[in-house]
Nanobody, 128 residues
């Protein structure tokens, strides 16, 4: 069973950059898709970006493309989210998620329901 542990969150100012990490443990072979989501207070969980674990295909929410970059280091079993030009509206808990079957590619990489495994989340707070 894969386990995910996020880190790297914190309090930053508007315009700053921050890199989140997600340590992946367990078996990760197969059509794995790894994603980042976020959830602000009182709002639904929102898709940020996703990447194929065995390749380099990436997907982004249009509004974050260009500011956020998803990447991975398979040797270190770590997923990253580089965030730039942060805004107060980026304040949220950021979650790492895994889709072991790859069904998110067919049924929607932006849908949280297509990811089976979740980390505990890391808080990102952007002050104005």
């Amino acid at each position: 069973q894969v386990q995910l542990v996020e880190s790297g969150g914190g309090l930053v100012q508007a315009g700053d950059s921050l890199r989140l990490s997600c340590a992946v443990s367990g078996r990760t072979f197969g059509p794995y898709v790894m994603g980042w989501f976020r959830q602000a207070p009182g709002k639904e969980r929102e898709f940020v970006a996703a990447i194929r674990w065995s390749g380099y295909t990436t997907w982004y929410t249009d509004s974050m493309k260009g500011r956020f970059t998803i990447s991975k280091d398979n040797a270190k079993n770590t997923l990253y989210l580089q965030m730039g030009s942060l805004k107060p509206e980026d304040t949220a808990v950021y979650y790492c998620a895994a889709d072991p079957s790859g069904r998110s590619i067919t049924f929607g990489y932006a849908a949280p329901a297509n990811y089976d495994i979740w980390g505990q989340g890391t808080q990102v707070t952007v002050s104005s």
